[in-house]
């Protein structure tokens, strides 16, 4: 039971807390053994490079995602998917995808620009990625519901969890801007079936006023 709950705060830990989100994710299309991506200081392949986005398959199940950078001390690389890492963009202009691609000692935030390639990139807003998901909230101290969208707060029990502090999971059904419509279940019905369960419908915040993730979801089992 100890190893569990230590590899569930682990990947948490990996996948969601401490980072600077942005708008969206850009990950790397693994069509290659090695993928390497240059990052700009301008929308411009002739201004300065500021850093190398690296995916590389080394063989036997080993996989290594980095991001090279004189100036960086903490790389901002985030799990959307079992195994799979990518860079928080904050903007889109034109051909050109702008990055939050890791921290300065002091905290402030590295960005850059990463071009546009079909072959070798591609990118998502989470406005549309997490429609897909099964959410929880990223805080279990900050969970807020709603009867409508910029309603009054809905109180709901949640069941205790050993794990997250709470046991539920939220389904989505609709969203408009930065607000979503949640069917929740507690305690979560989607691996194990509980011995009871209740469930409500929501409105919850799912982006904040960056359109950053309130929300977030499990990256690799339950």
């Known amino acids: 039971m100890k190893n569990k709950?230590?590899?569930i705060f682990l990947i948490i830990a990996v996948s969601c807390f401490a980072k600077d989100k942005g708008k969206g994710l850009l990950y790397i299309i693994k069509n290659e053994k090695k993928v390497e991506i240059k990052i700009y200081e301008r929308s411009n392949s002739n201004s300065k490079m500021l850093a190398v986005f690296t995916y590389e398959n080394k063989g036997n199940g080993e996989i290594v995602y980095e991001i090279n950078s004189e100036r960086l001390v903490e790389e901002n690389l985030i799990e959307f998917e079992y195994e799979e890492q990518g860079i928080p963009l904050?903007?889109?202009?034109?051909?050109?995808?702008?990055?939050?691609?890791?921290?300065e000692k002091n905290g402030k935030k590295l960005v850059g620009w990463i071009k546009y390639e079909k072959q070798k990139i591609n990118y998502f807003f989470w406005s549309e990625h997490l429609k897909s998901k099964l959410l929880f909230f990223e805080s279990s101290d900050k969970i807020n519901l709603y009867d409508a969208i910029n309603?009054?707060?809905?109180?709901?029990?949640?069941?205790?969890?050993p794990y997250l502090k709470y046991d539920y999971i939220m389904k989505p059904l609709e969203t408009k801007g930065k607000w979503m419509k949640v069917e929740l279940t507690t305690p979560n019905d989607n691996c194990d079936i509980p011995n009871h369960k209740r469930k409500g419908v929501f409105w919850i915040r799912y982006l904040d006023d960056k359109f950053s993730p309130k929300v977030w979801y499990f990256t690799r089992g339950c």
Do not use: D, T
């Open 5 to 7: 709950i230590s590899i």
């Open 90 to 103: 904050c903007r889109k202009y034109k051909n050109w995808l702008k990055v939050i691609y890791g921290f």
């Open 151 to 161: 309603g009054n707060e809905v109180s709901f029990k949640l069941e205790p969890s």
